[in-house]
């Protein structure tokens, strides 16, 4: 299947996905309402086969946070990127798919610990490498006089 | 940081004790915190985070050379695969026309890369199943590399050969005939690893069957690198998606169906005489020409998303980078072989005894940094 077949059989799994074919991966654009199934439907679908999920990266857009999901199939080869943003900041949700593709389980707590998205359904959602009391690092705009020198 | 383990027997009747951080099998500061029940290993659960040092964040602040000098402390015993990832990165983003004597030579570090890796792995492995030989005979010939590096790269472990748009400076007059030396000398000697360890019945005894992973399990859990692919999994980038100058050898990807202890480590032991044929078939015939081309003093790459992965000693190591036409990225991701590869200690480990968890942490390989960044 090449980009142009498989955005088209992308198109038809879910009616909110926006599929736009990028540069190097064909991109779907999904609310996080729409995440959980499609997620889904994209490692159970016969003809997509997405099962390896190879990089989970949590964004800060500026004015919303965001999670890139990097799917892969090992059967055809082809690649595909997921992309959704919620533009909560104080209690920023996303479903995790953790029970989909066993290795998100971490990758999202550490989205978590980094840009405090919240993960509903995760079996195990803690901080690894800060404690509760500390913010989020890699949002935009957290603070850190002390350890954080900014040129001027 | 979380609570400390207060009590000595959780709910189960379980007995719980740590492992690590400054365990000697553990390699590096990783701590695990394990379920006994009697000697059997009921769960691992690891704790990671003791050397995190936020190189993303860091990124963020810095320009794109600046970043190469980071990579290399990742996986640092993959240095130079991670350097190239950054730069192969930067240069598919400025769409930058790469001389072949420039992927010529990358590939062949890589390739000597893997191998001194893979000889510290054969070194430790061999160390923590209590043959201690091994250790000295894997550092002896590693250091033969080193040297070889030292010589080119002025570094021996963190060497900082690549920049976006070529190397730092030329190979060494030596360069060739050196490796071509250390070839005919590993090949004659790595027999000898096989006499001493592979064939051994203890080793065999302690490692055959032990921590078997599916290759479901392998690929859910993203198992990549001689892990993933003692278990089935066909996850080669060289192989797959070849960058540098892959595509133009010949090579196979080593692949097993077992899955245990015993098969990871010899599926590196064969990604080890993979890389010399990789090494052998380029030596001879390293392109003339320059050995870096000349970008713009400042780099700032277009707005949009790059993502570049390569095949460490370890496993798929992925650069997503987020540019928003800047001097230094809006958002970098590092995906690490080894944060995927840890998580699946757990599943395969239980029901074992704590000294197979010790066989079987060595043959994931792992390097802290490069779970912690």
Not at chain 1, 14 to 21: F, R, S
Not at chain 1, 57 to 81: A, E, I, P
């Amino acid at each position: 299947m090449d980009s142009v077949q498989l955005a088209e059989k992308l198109r038809s799994l879910n009616a909110e996905a926006v599929v736009t074919e990028g540069k190097q991966f064909v991109e779907i654009q999904i609310p996080p309402s729409g995440l959980y199934s499609l997620a889904r439907q994209l490692k159970e679908n016969e003809d997509t086969g997405f099962d390896f999920l190879f990089c989970l990266s949590g964004v800060d857009y500026g004015h919303d946070l965001g999670v890139v999901y990097h799917l892969r199939s090992t059967k055809y080869g082809h690649s595909v990127v997921l992309k959704s943003r919620t533009s909560d900041r104080v209690d920023p949700q996303l479903d995790s798919v953790a029970d989909i593709w066993r290795t998100a389980e971490f990758h999202e707590r550490e989205v978590f610990d980094l840009l405090g998205i919240k993960f509903t359904n995760h079996p195990d959602l803690r901080r690894f490498f800060l404690p509760s009391s500390a913010g989020f690092p890699l949002r935009k705009d957290f603070v850190d006089d002390i350890n954080i020198v900014t040129k001027k | 940081m979380e609570e400390p383990v207060k009590v000595a027997v959780d709910e189960n009747q379980e007995y719980v004790i740590n492992m690590g951080p400054q365990h000697p099998s553990t390699h590096g500061v990783l701590r695990l915190v394990l379920a006994l029940k009697g000697e059997i290993v009921k769960n691992v659960e690891p704790h990671i985070g003791y050397v995190h040092r936020g190189m993303e964040k860091m990124c963020e602040s810095i320009t794109y050379p600046q970043i190469i000098h980071l990579t290399d402390r990742m996986d640092y015993l993959s240095a130079h695969i991670n350097n190239e990832a950054v730069c192969l990165a930067v240069e598919k983003a400025l769409e930058a026309e790469i001389p072949d004597r420039i992927k010529v030579i990358r590939t062949i570090m890589s390739e000597l890369t893997r191998i001194q890796s893979h000889q510290l792995f054969w070194a430790t492995f061999g160390m923590d199943l209590g043959g201690l030989t091994c250790f000295f005979y894997g550092l002896r010939d590693r250091e033969k590399i080193l040297d070889i590096f030292e010589e080119t790269c002025g570094g021996r472990m963190i060497v900082s050969y690549n920049c976006p748009g070529g190397l730092m400076y030329d190979i060494h007059p030596n360069f060739q005939k050196r490796v071509k030396e250390f070839i005919k000398y590993f090949r004659k000697i790595l027999p000898e690893y096989d006499q001493l360890l592979t064939g051994n019945i203890i080793f065999q005894e302690r490692t055959r069957g032990i921590g078997r992973l599916s290759l479901e399990d392998a690929i859910s859990y993203g198992v990549t690198g001689p892990t993933g692919r003692a278990s089935g999994f066909s996850c080669d980038v060289r192989k797959h998606e070849p960058y540098s100058a892959y595509d133009r050898v010949k090579f196979n990807e080593v692949l097993f169906s077992e899955g245990d202890t015993f098969h990871r480590y010899l599926a590196r032991m064969e990604e080890m005489r993979v890389s010399m044929d990789i090494v052998e078939q380029l030596i001879d015939n390293i392109p003339e020409g320059p050995f870096a081309v000349k970008l713009k003093p400042v780099i700032r790459l277009p707005e949009g998303e790059y993502y570049q992965r390569v095949e460490t000693a370890r496993g798929e190591l992925g650069v997503f980078i987020i540019s928003d036409g800047n001097k230094n990225p809006y958002r970098i991701k590092f995906r690490s072989p080894c944060f995927s590869n840890l998580w699946v200690l757990n599943l395969i480990s239980r029901d074992f005894k704590i000294a197979d968890l010790v066989a079987i942490g060595g043959s994931l390989d792992l390097v802290i940094p490069d779970i912690d960044r």
